[in-house]
């Protein structure tokens, strides 16, 4: 089911080539990190990368069991660590890569591919040096083909198994998992020094911030970063040009203006979008690890996956006029609530249906107080969804939302959430337009809750 407006996916997912307005700080964005991903339609999220965080087909994995138990069986963990890895797929698990499998591994069976990660992970103990030589010419993972190394946290939206390994490796060990996506040889590497453009600095700092703050960006790639598929300029190209950008936009050269004219990330190029960055959004780390670093209206240069990133850190906006801003002042009223919204857009600020594309305000602003007004009234939402809403994912259906703290979910639509009253209306606005939210648990012909499951009897 398509639900536009509101889930915050997993880091990384595959589908850039097909999503042109995608950001790249977004989660269905690129197809060369396989490893943290999932595959998105209109963010559906369908598991196909070889770390996906989520599979919602719960895939058996078939195979022999060659996981590294001795590493495995350790219990001292590390909080942070680079890695590399070698991935090797065999055709039995062609349902779990849904189309993307490579065509090595189609042909491949488990008996095979036991050989190879096992001949892998002996070349690997043998002389470490040969890990990018290794990762180039073996791995079926298109992501570790760049070179970068994956950051693997307790955190990270990496499949368990995955970050079971990588996080009890010690420095240059390697070891062999199996997770739905076949044989993972991992390797832990120091932490590569940092680029001489980077915000050293900064990112040295221990005071990062703990809340959401909000930055805007130019980025800028170059042939061989792993994520900047389409880049044609050089290392040293990108080098020069993300000094100069990074000049002007100290110099006080609106970022708006910088991005439209410099940067390569499609969902913020040419709306100037100011991108809500929290300890634990799902974004690539080094770009997070600068945002909450930088003080307000300061600007860094970070490296990722995607190129270099130049961010600066923006003032809160104010308010939209037509959001509630009463009860957004409210602390949150409950940490578990089930919402249905009706979507709106306007010319400015929209998703992807032509109503919202050709509303000018003046009709936004009717439209959205004529709805609150029918709700508040007693109205049902759920053909009111149905008629104006302009998120596919719940309009026809009526379909809720289950919203916590920690849910996927974009932040202003679960700050307005949490604090809605059962049976009230309020109103938001997200980077796809105006939310006109009802809380409906707790309402007459709501489903009831389950009730808790009873105390295990004590022995």
Not at 82 to 95: C, M, N, R, T
Not at 285 to 304: H, Q, Y
């Amino acid at each position: 089911m398509k639900r536009i407006a509101l889930l915050v996916l997993v880091v990384l997912p595959l589908a850039a080539s097909c999503e042109k307005s995608k950001s790249k700080l977004d989660p269905a964005l690129d197809e060369s990190r396989t490893l943290t991903s999932t595959q998105t339609t209109d963010h559906q999220e369908v598991a196909v990368g070889s770390g996906s965080a989520k599979n919602p087909h719960e895939i058996a994995t078939p195979g022999k069991d060659i996981d590294s138990k001795a590493i495995l069986a350790r219990t001292e963990t590390s909080a942070s660590v680079q890695v590399k890895h070698v991935l090797i797929g065999w055709k039995d698990l062609s349902a779990a890569y849904r189309g993307h499998m490579d065509p090595r591994a189609e042909k491949r069976t488990n008996d095979e591919a036991v050989k190879l990660a096992q001949e892998t992970l002996a070349k690997l103990t043998a002389d470490p040096t040969q890990l990018d030589k290794l990762v180039s010419e073996l791995s079926e993972d298109p992501g570790s083909k760049g070179g970068d190394p994956y950051e693997v946290k307790a955190d990270t939206a990496f499949v368990p198994e995955f970050k079971n390994l990588a996080l009890r490796l010690k420095v240059n060990e390697a070891g062999i998992v199996k997770t739905n996506y076949g044989y993972h040889v991992i390797m832990r590497i120091p932490p590569p020094p940092p680029d001489p453009l980077e915000s050293a600095d900064i990112l040295a700092r221990t005071d990062a911030a703990k809340g959401e703050v909000k930055v805007q960006h130019v980025l800028i790639g170059w042939k061989g970063a792993p994520g900047a598929r389409t880049a044609t300029r050089t290392k040293a190209e990108a080098d020069a040009l993300t000094k100069k950008v990074f000049e002007l936009a100290k110099s006080g050269k609106p970022m708006a203006d910088l991005m439209k004219e410099y940067s390569e990330d499609p969902g913020s190029k040419d709306n100037a979008r100011i991108y809500d960055v929290a300890p634990d959004a799902p974004m690539v780390e080094p770009f997070k690890n600068l945002a909450l670093r930088l003080k307000e209206n300061e600007i860094g240069i970070v490296k990722s996956p995607f190129g270099f990133h130049i961010i600066k850190r923006v003032p809160p906006p104010p308010p939209d006029s037509l959001e509630s801003a009463d009860i957004l002042k409210r602390e949150p009223t409950t940490k578990s609530a089930k919402v249905k919204h009706i979507l709106l857009g306007w010319k400015e600020v929209h998703a992807e249906d032509e109503r919202g594309k050709t509303r000018e305000r003046p009709a936004l602003e009717k439209l959205v107080k004529d709805t609150v007004k029918k709700l508040q009234g007693g109205a049902k939402i759920e053909p009111l969804m149905a008629e104006l809403s302009e998120d596919p994912g719940s309009a026809k259906s009526g379909e809720s939302y289950d919203v916590t703290p920690d849910a996927g979910l974009v932040p202003p639509f679960k700050n307005l959430s949490l604090r809605l009253k059962s049976g009230e209306v309020g109103v938001v606005k997200t980077d796809f337009g105006i939310h006109i939210i009802q809380r409906v648990d707790g309402m007459p012909g709501a489903p009831a809750e389950k009730p808790p499951a009873p105390p295990a009897p004590k022995p």
